[in-house]
């Protein structure tokens, strides 16, 4: 049994979550949609906590919320034209993407209705997760360590970010 | 002086070929071809040396026991392939290789000078591509000087490559006449063909002796000619036979083609006469002395195994004798005087193939009686002077044709008046060919004929038939050159006498045309290094010359003076006439073998197979993919969205049948 | 009441849908992007919740998570790069009117 603050937290970030998607989605202005889907982040990162992960909610809240939303509203800044706001949408276009994402989200949820016993799990005692212990299994070569990935992460970010210097470069 | 000096003499000329290829173009015209003849020059000089100091020093191995030897300077490994498969490349002089030495420098010198003269207009100023001329001049004495010097029979192939690829070079000198191309390219593919069963023979019989050296296939102990050295290389290669005919057999027959293809034997002959389009000069070094008498030398090196492998010999005699015959009728009616000339080569080449194939008596096996081998050394001997001689007759053949500007003889007639030095050398070549004493070709062809006759009463008779029709067509055209009738002067100016670039070749040839009858050739150039015991047959001497004779006696009557006893003798005969005008139609039935047996009859199918089923197949292959990809290139939208649609709905789908498996 | 694994799926299944609809049904590049977004956020969701409700020993989840996020953030900062870089070549960022490399 849970207690009541938590199915509460739950419910307000579960509304929070589906509204602002929606939103996302459906508002006519760019900026609105990076702002809604910085509180859908947020709502994300709530989630983490509640799953008492909360180094990952910080990156969450740190990474996305901080970085990428900041980089979106830049890009939005610079390319946004004057005077042309608002984005039409053609309407076939929508009624395909309506029938894609319901048909989408109808599968999926008969079958997480109907095949997944697993859906009515309990939350039930963890392990401790702290700091100390991701940055162990971060940099470990044990079996259920992380060195490997970490260090094509970093090459990776290596990467994009010469990408990103070439391509933003004025030639 | 040293023998190994004949290294230089054959490398010399490549250093030429090479410098005139690649620096004569910077240079001024004239200056290359003086530096060629001043080059070929020194090379004649230093192949004078070291003959003669084969054929009269002593101390360096070149005769032991009154065996002359042969001496291999040098025989460096060249592709080394296995213990066995070695390809040497080495310089070897041997009687026959010294006197190749000679008779190539000597009239590869004469034409390089002469070419000066010849290679240039009226004024005196050269022609275009005068370097390229002397460079490839110059390649093709290398080319020749490297035959004759090989120590092995592969080398003696590569050699034999080179020559005919710088006898298509200079045949097409005149690159933009289209003669030219037609005849160095059939000239090619002519010689090529000959080739390949060379290159067959060699394989079978270097296959069976495992060895392409001389001195384990036809030199004994004493490095001399040896028919041991010879008989146990047919042992190596055992009692192994094909189609009946031991391999040997096939091997020797396989390398007489490759000979007489460059050596212009019937039928493959049909390349020499077209190859006159090249430069006169050329077809004096290449058509007449030198490159055509390589078939020669071949058989001439490989004496001792033909010797014992009668098969092939009784072949080369057939063919040769034939040829012989067959080419010297021909030679009677050409008006080309070029083409006469090759002709005349054609037969004196077989003159020279028959008198190495009468020499291999099968009595001379059993008993060695006098003169056996004689006929090997009268065919180098005739191979000697008429390399002499009709280098003479076709330099001035080139000169008269610089002087009227054709080779036609009805445009000739009574040159005499006008050219009298070079109606007197071609007089001389002619009483050469002809064979009347003193003059060179009647002590060659005696021997030769003193060898047939003892080979066979025969082949004797018929080889005088041949030399008497000799007498007559060459002075069939020296009459018709030089006299007939009166000149009737077709260019502005009156022909005269060349200047004397053109004219001293042509004297210092007809010189050597006379004395050179009187070399001893029998006790320097014999197969086995021995020396020969000759003596003058006067009754074979006596009816050759009374046949010479009365051939050139049939020939002033008819043409010494204009009348019409050709005309009706030419229309009593007018069937034989015209065959023999038209060369008994050779080219004809070649035309129609390649154009309408090869060409329509197996080509033309294998083309429309190729062209229809393989292309189109291909082709059909390919139009599918081009139909099929402007069908289907709509789908590549380019609008990204599209794709995520289509992928979403295939990935749903997916879900919807791995949840339907479930369910079931 | 219990709060089981299957509440958090649903949000995070909703989330997806917006995301699949945004990205077919935007025109401006910058929004397709925050359709992506959407799209990988609910999908880390879906880690982390399945981690702790079915493997709560262990942390695999949140570190694919945690990758995801470093992932989305290189790929964001590289995908904006473009759009700005296809901007001022085309002066705009309507994906419907840049479709130069078709065919």
Known sequence: MESVGNIILYFIVAIAIIVFSVLTVTTRKILRSATYLLFVLFATAIIYFQMDYQFLGAVQIAVYAGGILVLFVFAIMLTQQPGKEAEGLATHRRWLGLTAALAGVALCGYGLFSYAGFCGRLLSGGVDVNMERIGQFLLSTDKFGYLLPFEAISVLLLACIIGGVVIARRR | ?664 | MDLTLFMYLIPSLIMFGCGVYGFITRKNMIAIMISLELMLNSVDINFVVFNRYLFPGQMDGMFFSLFAIAIAAAETALALAIIINVFRIAKNVDINQITKLKF
């Open chain 2, 1 to 664: 002086m040293p023998l190994s000096l004949a290294i230089v003499v054959v490398a010399l000329p490549l250093l030429m070929f090479l410098f005139l290829g690649l620096v004569g173009v910077k240079m001024g015209r004239k200056i290359t071809g003086v530096i060629g003849v001043l080059a070929m020059l020194v090379d004649t000089v230093l192949a004078y040396g070291v003959a003669l100091t084969y054929f009269f020093g002593s101390g360096q191995g070149q005769m032991v026991d009154g065996v002359r030897q042969a001496v291999v300077v040098a025989n460096p490994a060249w592709l080394s392939f296995t213990d066995t498969l070695v390809v040497r490349m080495g310089v070897l002089v041997d009687p026959i290789a010294a006197m190749m030495l000679v008779v190539i420098t000597t009239v590869s010198l004469m034409v390089h000078l002469y070419s000066l003269g010849y290679m240039s207009d009226h004024d005196g100023n050269a022609e275009k591509g005068f370097q390229r001329y002397y460079a490839f001049l110059a390649l093709f004495t290398f080319s020749m000087l490297g035959l004759v010097v090989a120590t092995n029979i592969f080398q003696i192939f590569i050699f034999f490559e080179m020559v005919g690829l710088s006898s298509y070079l200079l045949i097409g000198f005149y690159y933009s006449l289209p003669a030219a191309n037609h005849a160095n390219k059939k000239a090619f593919i002519v010689t090529r063909l000959a080739d390949l069963f060379f290159l067959l023979g060699i394989m079978i019989l270097s296959y069976y002796t495992n060895t392409f050296d001389f001195d384990k296939l036809v030199f004994g102990p004493t490095m001399s000619g040896s028919l041991e050295t010879a008989q146990s290389a047919i042992t190596t290669a055992g009692g192994a036979t094909f189609l009946g005919c031991s391999v040997m057999a096939w091997a020797l027959t396989f390398i007489f083609i490759g000979g007489a293809g460059k050596s212009a034997m019937y039928p493959l002959h049909i390349w020499l006469p077209d190859a006159m389009e090249g430069p006169t000069p050329v077809s004096a070094l290449i058509h007449a002395a030198t490159m055509v008498v390589a078939g020669v030398f071949l058989v001439a090196r490989l004496f001792p195994l033909y010797v014992l492998v009668q098969g092939a010999m009784n072949i080369i005699l057939v063919v040769g004798a034939f040829t012989a015959f067959y080419a010297a009728a021909i030679a009677c009616t050409q008006s080309d005087i070029k083409r006469a000339l090759a002709f005349s080569t054609i037969s004196q080449i077989a003159f020279m193939m028959t008198s190495l194939a009468v020499s291999s008596n099968q009595n001379a096996l059993i008993e060695i009686h006098e003169g056996y081998g004689l006929g090997y050394m009268a065919s180098m001997f005739h191979l000697f002077t008429h390399a002499m001689f009709k280098a003479l007759l076709f330099l001035c053949a080139g000169a008269i044709i610089h002087a009227v500007h054709s080779n036609e003889n009805d445009k000739m007639h009574g040159l005499h008046k006008y050219m009298p030095i070079t109606s007197i050398c071609f007089l001389i070549g002619c009483l050469a060919i002809a064979g009347i004493p003193p003059f060179a070709g009647f002590w060659s062809k005696d021997e030769i004929l003193v060898a047939a006759y003892q080979r066979g009463l025969g082949w004797g008779i018929w080889m005088s038939m041949v030399a008497g029709m000799t007498a007559f067509y060459m002075f069939r055209i020296y009459y018709l050159i030089f006299f007939w009738k009166k000149h009737e002067v077709h260019t502005h100016h009156a022909p005269k006498d060349q200047p004397w670039t053109m004219t001293l070749p042509l004297i210092i040839l007809a010189c050597i045309s006379v004395v050179a009858g009187f070399v001893p050739f029998h006790d320097m150039v014999t197969w086995d290094g021995k020396e020969l015991h000759t003596a003058l047959d006067m009754k074979v001497a006596g009816t050759s010359v009374l046949i010479a004779l009365l051939g050139i006696g049939l020939a002033t009557v008819m043409y010494r003076k204009e009348n019409p006893l050709p005309e009706r003798m030419a229309n009593a005969m007018r069937g034989l006439w015209t065959a023999s005008y038209r060369r008994f139609y050779m080219d004809e039935f070649y035309q129609f073998i390649t154009h309408k047996v090869i060409f329509q009859g197996i080509c033309v199918p294998i083309a429309w197979f190729d062209r229809t089923i393989i292309d189109g197949f291909m082709n059909w292959m390919a139009d599918a993919t081009n139909s099929v990809s402007f069908g289907i290139r709509r789908l590549q939208s380019g609008s990204i969205q599209a794709y995520v649609y289509v992928y979403l709905l295939g990935a749903l789908l997916l879900a919807a049948i791995t949840m339907i498996c479930v369910l079931l």
